[in-house]
């Protein structure tokens, strides 16, 4: 068993720390969340936030963009050119796809300083692309209503985690400890 431990030790720590950071960081999220009361329909504000910043892009591009609260459920009703053209929800604002980045940024350790930086860069740039990605699907959406399952389940998911992806092999190829070891 020592041998077994010694020789996947490797894997075994980059596990262990990626599922802590995971198991963490979605507790906190998770108590941030349960802070809004769903049965009144509240919007955590961060949802919120993320569906203003889509307003606002798709206002700087001269289109007609507003968004409000749902009556019915928790989340921000999307408007384009006066149309609902999607409803923007909890699982929509990045969040969750900010943490699965973090974990396996800090499972594979880097320098501390170089590790900060690189987790406000990478969630401020998945953040970005985020807000942009609701933009696009909200302009598509309104002038492809019938490829909504292609758009929405298919190509825009595809995008934001192949950036994440991105940033993960430039973050151990370029800063992690592991950069330039060879095995």
Same mark, same amino acid.
């Given at each position: 068993?020592?041998?077994?431990?010694?020789?996947?030790?490797?894997?075994?720590?980059?596990?262990?720390?990626?599922?802590?950071?995971?198991?963490?960081?979605?507790?906190?999220?998770?108590?941030?969340?349960?802070?809004?009361?769903?049965?009144?329909?509240?919007?955590?504000?961060?949802?919120?936030?993320?569906?203003?910043?889509?307003?606002?892009?798709?206002?700087?591009?001269?289109?007609?963009?507003?968004?409000?609260?749902?009556?019915?459920?928790?989340?921000?009703?999307?408007?384009?050119?006066?149309?609902?053209?999607?409803?923007?929800?909890?699982? &929509?604002?990045?969040?969750? /796809?900010? #943490? +699965?980045?973090?974990?396996? =940024?800090?499972? @594979?350790?880097?320098?501390?300083?170089? !590790?900060?930086?690189?987790?406000?860069?990478?969630?401020?740039?998945?953040?970005?692309?985020?807000?942009?990605?609701?933009?696009?699907?909200?302009?598509?959406?309104?002038?492809?209503?019938?490829?909504?399952?292609?758009?929405?389940?298919?190509?825009?998911?595809? &995008?934001?985690?192949?950036? /994440?992806? #991105? +940033?993960?092999?430039?973050? =151990?190829?370029? @800063?992690?400890?592991?950069?330039?070891? !060879?095995?």
């Amino acid at each position: 068993m020592k041998n077994y431990f010694l020789k996947y030790k490797p894997f075994l720590l980059f596990l262990a720390k990626f599922l802590l950071t995971y198991l963490v960081l979605t507790f906190c999220y998770q108590l941030y969340l349960d802070s809004f009361n769903a049965a009144v329909f509240e919007v955590d504000s961060f949802t919120k936030s993320v569906a203003i910043q889509t307003e606002k892009l798709l206002l700087a591009f001269s289109a007609d963009a507003s968004v409000t609260p749902h009556l019915s459920e928790p989340s921000m009703k999307l408007f384009y050119n006066h149309e609902y053209v999607a409803r923007v929800v909890e699982g &929509c604002n990045g969040l969750s /796809v900010i #943490i +699965l980045f973090a974990s396996f =940024v800090v499972a @594979f350790t880097g320098k501390l300083r170089q !590790t900060v930086l690189f987790l406000l860069s990478g969630s401020l740039l998945v953040h970005i692309l985020n807000v942009v990605r609701i933009a696009s699907l909200a302009y598509f959406l309104y002038h492809y209503p019938e490829q909504e399952h292609l758009l929405h389940g298919v190509l825009f998911p595809l &995008c934001i985690y192949g950036v /994440v992806f #991105i +940033l993960w092999i430039i973050w =151990v190829n370029k @800063f992690s400890l592991y950069a330039g070891k !060879t095995v």
